[in-house]
């Protein structure tokens, strides 16, 4: 099986007639899109300073960005296997804890003000802590989930049972009190647009969530691999039947998933400042609503809902510091008013 | 004539903790088509579910060029040769005809041969090439599933009746792409309910009733002989 | 006439019988048998965390529906009853009123939550509770001119409940009866009534339904039944019954805070009781309970002890160290959703 090819290279070459859908046809599935300009439109007329406003945007987007890498990998794992893995923030807790240690013992790079060495210790912190919670999650699917597959009302338990383990796991190995973490220097400081200030990390963030997100699209869409984990989120037995061990694509997308927590774990360090072993089961409230509003399943509508979660985050701590995280829960009802099953439902076929 | 495709014998299988088969032994010999009649219930989408490895035998032995496959998982038995059009069709709806194609060849890009006869007989499925599965009209999906199946060269193809809730216009359609892959050599074992379409395809015939196969001979016999017809399903045809 | 207190449903196990008996005379007995202010606290917060883990079960065990915002229900009686006396003054009558209004509002979040989330897929429940539930908990915790925020509140309840009050001159039975022990018998006999009417409950013909429901959802909608509603009314039972339990908790505590009803703690120690005792069998609560609470209070001496005794080794003392019982715990949870998904009384009962 191979996996890596890509579309077109898969399908001879051939000159049929092509009917494409029609605009409206392939627009309507996106009318969630537009809810993120929107959104945007609404964080306008209502903050007052264009200043202000635009700081709030950037760092919304940012927050939205690390909340999609956090909660893609849930949202497909579900998508597949209907397995609802409520442990999924034991990874970002973990995934923070490595990069952080690891940082703070690559400080002689994180500290020189050097472009290349403060990103090598970036980079080097994301893929160990990326490294042991893609392990984590391996060793989370055979003993935690693997026994309970079918049962919903198991596999909240066990995985909250899991989540509970993990986080003592860390009070017991990086000790009970929080951890502070400077950026590396030269991610700190912000940029001066229009007379707003930028956090420079924001900005990066807000890159690395929009190439992940293209990725994580390009995979899904232009490899064989990315077609089996589509077709098997719509109908896991059909995939069988045609010869792919749906299994195999399951473990290597919860690794992956579990992964990609971690790597939203280092971001979500780097952007606080600071760590705590709670923090992942914080960030999954978060990244509830964020899959419930995308519509379970679905990477795109992860995308948005994450987006969506973000801004009015940001926007309403601005106008109203108390009621940032009721704002999030009122954005899920509107949601689920107007599209019962998320943004971007998934066909299921049963 | 050369040892059957396959050979079931003594199938039992459960579906919870209802018995649904109870003993089938069936042969599909190599090459024709082979016609898996019955009323409503008689276990035959079970019969195809069961060589797919979808439910598993509790007794009995499932021999696929003559190996053993009853304990292989889908996947296995998928590569072993066997392509399967279930009842509801089992189309990708959020992916495009070119995309349940490209997943239908599993063992490699899709053959050009393939592709050519595959546009030769479902024309539909060249013009909406691009287009998301789930657009297609309920025909052009089930031309879709067969073509999904025949894609990739397989020794049995499986279909579960093809031409349910079809208008005749695509059924005759389909008959004659099946018929096709017939004369080319296919092996195909097919469940229907048309019993027209069943004469016109079919080799081959086995009836069921509760889960057994309780008539086995040519299609000429059971379609030249109407008491039989009624006598094993019920059927009154007009012979038209 | 146990049978009828019981709803006919008895513990079906000598075993169970024996120690279920046991309990309830040491709670019935706790003041006289154990004297002390720290053995009778223990006592009332047993009986207390019965009924609220009974709550819960009647959803979880019997609805087969998981909720995060069992706590959130439990502050809201709790709460209940501090703001009405802050606000109406000390009395009796603001005490009830402050309970009414705690369990009026559960039941109305309960309703819109349940109507919301088990409307669209009954999966949303578990994680639109955990996130209202901690949207509340940061509510509490903020809007500090109502709640008191972080600090929490102190509640005045009429002097008759308090230790100030002595109503006999002489020792009962060798104790000095105070209002504490009044106040203990308000927590005892209100949670034994709670706790035989959602026995009742269960074993009604909405009882029956329920589980119908829990084992084929499908199924129990074919037949007739209107499958929402019954979730919609366990739910809202449950969180009245939670709320009722929350008001009885800040009558005894004198005190109500974030961190003593909404904290994830309690909601972590109300699964693991359930799952521990048994899901779906009411008396799971009650053995759960006792030996929860117990545990927490002798088994952490315990883990002390074994952590110094290995503080030569690595690791082991950091695994042993009290701190981290919620760890073990973790893993007998886990344990036992896998292995006794029936609990020790479905062990009792010889039911695997």
């Known amino acids: 099986m191979t996996m890596t090819t890509t579309t077109p290279s898969l399908a001879p070459k051939h000159a049929p007639k092509l009917v494409r859908p029609s605009l409206a046809q392939r627009l309507e599935p ?259 609503i964020v899959v419930i509003i995308g519509g379970l399943g679905s990477v795109e509508g992860c995308f948005i809902g994450a987006l969506l979660v973000g801004l009015t985050q940001n926007y309403v701590a601005f106008l109203e510091p108390k009621l940032a995280l009721i704002s999030n829960i009122a954005l899920m009802v509107v949601i689920l008013m107007w599209r019962p099953q998320g943004m971007m439902p998934v066909i299921k076929a049963k | 004539m050369s040892e059957p495709i396959l050979q079931l014998s003594g199938v039992h299988t459960n579906i919870a903790q209802y018995q649904v088969l109870h003993g089938v032994d069936l042969t599909v010999p190599r090459g024709g088509v082979t016609m898996l009649l019955g009323r409503n219930g008689a276990g035959k989408t079970t019969t195809l579910r069961t060589i797919m490895g979808l439910w598993r035998a509790r007794a009995g032995e499932v021999l696929f060029d003559g190996d053993p496959i009853q304990r292989l998982a889908p996947p296995q038995i998928a590569r072993r040769g066997i392509g399967f059009v279930p009842e509801d069709m089992g189309i990708f709806a959020d992916l495009t005809v070119e995309e349940n194609l490209i997943l239908g060849a599993v063992s490699g890009p899709i053959r050009q041969d393939r592709l050519d006869w595959v546009f030769d007989a479902f024309p539909a499925l060249a013009t909406f090439w691009k287009m998301p599965a789930g657009n297609l009209s309920g025909g052009q999906k089930q031309m879709l599933a067969i073509a999904r199946a025949v894609i990739e060269e397989r020794g049995l193809y499986l279909i579960d009746e093809p031409s349910k809730g079809l208008a005749p216009a695509i059924i005759a359609t389909m008959a004659k792409a099946l018929k096709d892959l017939k004369t080319a050599g296919a092996t195909i074992l097919m469940v229907e309910q048309n019993f027209s379409l069943a004469r016109a395809l079919g080799d081959h015939a086995a009836v069921m009733d509760e889960g057994r196969i309780v008539w086995t001979g040519a299609m000429a016999d059971l379609a030249g002989d109407s008491a039989l017809q009624e006598s094993l399903m019920g059927l009154k045809v007009e012979t038209a | 006439m146990v049978r009828l207190f019981l709803s006919g449903d008895g513990p079906q196990s000598r075993i169970l019988g024996a120690i279920l008996l046991l309990i309830l005379f040491c709670l019935a007995f706790a003041p006289f048998l154990f004297p002390g202010t720290r053995s009778l606290e223990t006592a009332a917060r047993i009986c207390i965390f019965i009924v609220l883990v009974a709550s819960y079960d009647l959803l979880l065990g019997y609805a087969g529906i998981v909720s995060f915002a069992h706590t959130m229900f439990f502050g809201l009686g709790a709460y209940g009853v501090a703001i009405t006396t802050q606000r109406m003054g000390t009395s009796y009558e603001s005490l009830i009123l402050g309970t009414m209004a705690g369990a009026g509002i559960a039941a109305v979040l309960a309703l819109v939550i349940a109507l919301f989330s088990l409307r669209v897929r009954a999966i949303f429940f578990a994680m639109i509770t955990l996130a209202v539930a901690s949207a509340v908990a940061v509510l509490v915790s903020q809007l500090s001119a109502i709640t008191g925020g972080e600090d929490g509140m102190n509640i005045r309840i009429p002097r008759e409940l308090t230790p100030a009050f002595r109503p006999f001159d002489e020792p009962v039975l060798g104790v000095r009866f105070s209002g504490r022990h009044l106040n203990y018998y308000l927590v005892f006999f209100t949670c034994l009534i709670l706790f035989l009417g959602m026995l009742r409950i269960v074993n009604s013909p909405f009882g029956r339904v329920l589980q119908a429901i829990r084992e084929n959802a499908f199924r129990a909608e074919a037949i007739g039944y209107r499958v929402i509603w019954y979730r919609v009314t366990a ?118």
């Open chain 1, 30 to 288: 996106w009318a969630p899109v537009l809810l993120i300009p929107a959104l945007i439109l609404v964080g306008w007329l209502s903050i007052s300073s264009p200043t202000s406003w635009l700081t709030l945007t950037v760092s919304g987007l940012a927050m939205g960005m690390m909340i999609f890498v956090i909660a893609s990998g849930m949202t497909l794992v579900f998508g597949l296997m209907d397995v609802i893995n409520f442990g999924h923030g034991a990874f970002v807790s973990f995934g923070a804890f490595v990069g952080v240690s690891a940082l703070l013992m690559m400080s002689a790079w994180t500290g020189a003000p050097s472009v290349a060495l403060n990103l090598l210790a970036v980079l080097a912190a994301i893929l160990a802590a990326m490294a042991v919670t893609g392990a984590m999650g391996f060793a989370f699917e055979r003993v935690i989930v693997r026994p309970v597959y079918g049962s919903h009302l198991k596999q909240i338990l066990v995985t909250m049972g899991g989540l509970i383990v993990a986080e003592q796991l860390i009070f017991v190995i990086w000790g009970g009190e929080e951890i502070f973490i400077g950026r590396p220097e030269t991610l700190k400081g912000s940029f001066v647009i229009f007379g707003a200030t930028l956090e420079k990390y924001r900005v990066l963030a807000v890159a690395v969530g929009l190439v992940l997100f293209l990725g994580m699209r390009a995979v899904l869409r232009g490899t064989r691999l990315g077609l089996i984990v589509r077709a098997g989120v719509e109908n896991r037995e059909m995939v069988q039947v045609l010869g792919y061990r749906i299994n195999r694509v399951f473990i290597m997308v919860f690794v992956a998933g579990s992964a990609l927590a971690g790597l939203g774990g280092v971001m979500w360090a780097l952007y606080q400042e600071m760590i705590t072993a709670h923090m992942g089961m914080e960030i999954m409230i978060l990244v509830f």
């Open chain 3, 235 to 352: 739910t809202i039972l449950s969180a009245v019954v939670a709320a009722l339990a929350g008001s009885v908790f800040a009558v005894w505590l004198r005190y109500v805070g974030p961190a003593t009803t909404l904290g994830v703690e309690i909601m972590l120690d109300i699964l693991l009781i359930v799952v521990i005792g048994g899901m779906g069998t009411m008396y799971g609560a009650v053995v759960g309970t006792a030996i929860f609470v117990l545990a927490q209070n002798y088994l952490k001496d315990w883990m002390g002890g074994a952590s110094d005794a290995v503080g030569f080794m690595p690791l082991l003392p950091d695994l042993l160290s009290p701190d981290r019982w919620l760890m073990w715990l973790g893993i007998l949870f886990i344990l036992s959703v896998y292995f006794f998904p029936t609990g020790i009384v479905g062990r009792l009962r010889g039911v695997t």
